[in-house]
T-cell receptor, first 108, second 115 residues
Framework: RKEVEQDPGPFNVPEGATVAFNCTYS??????FFWYRQDCRKEPKLLMS???SGNEDGRFTAQLNRASQYISLLIRDSKLSDSATYLC?????????FGAGTRLTVKP | DTAVSQTPKYLVTQMGNDKSIKCEQN?????MYWYKQDSKKFLKIMFS???????INETVPNRFSPKSPDKAHLNLHINSLELGDSAVYFC??????????????FGQGTRLTVV
């Protein structure tokens, strides 16, 4: 079983839609959590950290459920520019593990 | 100013050759990583160094040898290159410790093609 699991998608949604991505992790010792975004042929870039109490950054909302070892990302009012691969990242000590990523395409 | 820079950006080489990829970060981070992203786009950790000390060495062939001359540099040397080594290799760095500030910054990647 992979340490970090994500639904690979692809998710194809119209502009303005709300879309949610889920991620589960297997190591209960994991300490911090992030969502990264990767555009085609580019390096991953931090989208947002995930706080235990849940956090919001504009149209993006991240949630963490430590008991279920589950992380989510909600994108509201999708834009064409949101098209990318979204990577769930789980961190402990000097070990940062990535999920396989979920591909999102937002269409006009 | 590039925070994490790796060179070269593209590398095309023949099977059996030895090549190196260099990585430098100017963020003052203690931890550096090498990741491999294959054609299926999965980003897999290869190595992690903390203050020049090897912390993680995943199941990577010993043809791959990381070298950290100081905590700002982590180079990757690959011996006897094979076709299956073709991938994009990303260097990254982060601050040590735990917590949400331990975000990783990535280099632009090195696209290695073995022919």
């Amino acid at each position: 079983r992979k340490e970090v699991e994500q639904d690979p998608g692809p998710f194809n949604v119209p502009e303005g839609a709300t879309v949610a991505f889920n991620c589960t992790y297997s190591n209960s010792a994991s300490q911090s959590f992030f969502w990264y975004r990767q555009d085609c042929r580019k390096e991953p870039k931090l989208l947002m950290s995930v706080y235990s109490s849940g956090n919001e950054d504009g149209r993006f909302t991240a949630q963490l459920n430590r008991a279920s070892q589950y992380i989510s990302l909600l994108i509201r009012d999708s834009k064409l520019s949101d098209s990318a691969t979204y990577l769930c990242v789980v961190n402990r000590a000097s070990d940062m593990r990535f999920g396989a990523g979920t591909r999102l395409t937002v269409k006009p | 100013d590039t925070a994490v820079s790796q060179t070269p950006k593209y590398l095309v080489t023949q099977m059996g050759n030895d090549k190196s990829i260099k990585c430098e970060q100017n963020l003052g981070h203690d931890t550096m990583y090498w990741y491999k992203q294959d054609s299926k786009k999965f980003l897999k950790i290869m190595f992690s160094y903390n203050n020049k000390e090897l912390i993680i060495n995943e199941t990577v062939p010993n043809r791959f040898s990381p070298k950290s001359p100081d905590k700002a540099h982590l180079n990757l040397h690959i011996n006897s290159l094979e076709l299956g080594d073709s991938a994009v290799y990303f260097c990254a760095s982060s601050q040590a410790g735990t917590g949400r500030w331990r975000r990783a910054f990535f280099g632009q990647g090195t696209r290695l093609t073995v022919v």
